[in-house]
């Protein structure tokens, strides 16, 4: 199996960087506008990213301010039973971020593919928090 990870910091607080990564409106300025569903413990979310590729995640874990995962269940077949996690501590005066996703099958051109997205994105995570505007994906 094969593992993206990604470190980084964000100049704000845990509990902003928290809302972002659980809240329908947070993901929706970072990662997708197509995003729906439920983001509690056991919901389901839909993220869109063209009229034919999709991604649906099993929000398995929130430790408040702390921790985010989801498994992946619907979607690209390297995707499905894949784990993202999110977990999040103070360093100095940031969020220290810390990315997982996990479980990957192949270590493929789609892998590196995703590895790049999710960098480019988690990077967009960080233009929302400390500048107020995300470079989320558009139809």
Request: proline content about 2%; hydrophobic content about 40%.
């Amino acid at each position: 199996m094969y593992s993206i990870k990604h470190l980084f910091h964000i100049n704000a607080s845990k509990e902003e960087v928290f809302k972002a990564l659980t809240t329908i409106e947070g993901l929706t300025h970072w990662w997708t506008l197509q995003t729906y569903g439920n983001p509690e413990i056991n919901g389901v979310l839909e993220f869109s990213f063209a009229k034919q590729q999709f991604i649906k995640m099993k929000v398995e874990a929130l430790i408040e301010n702390k921790a985010v995962q989801w498994k992946c269940i619907d979607g690209a077949d390297d995707w499905i039973d894949t784990i993202i996690s999110f977990e999040l501590d103070t360093n100095d005066t940031k969020t220290r971020l810390r990315f997982k996703h996990d479980h990957w099958p192949t270590n493929s051109d789609f892998f590196a593919h995703c590895s790049f997205s999710w960098a480019r994105y988690l990077e967009s995570l960080r233009q929302l928090l400390e500048k107020g505007k995300g470079q989320p994906f558009k139809l």
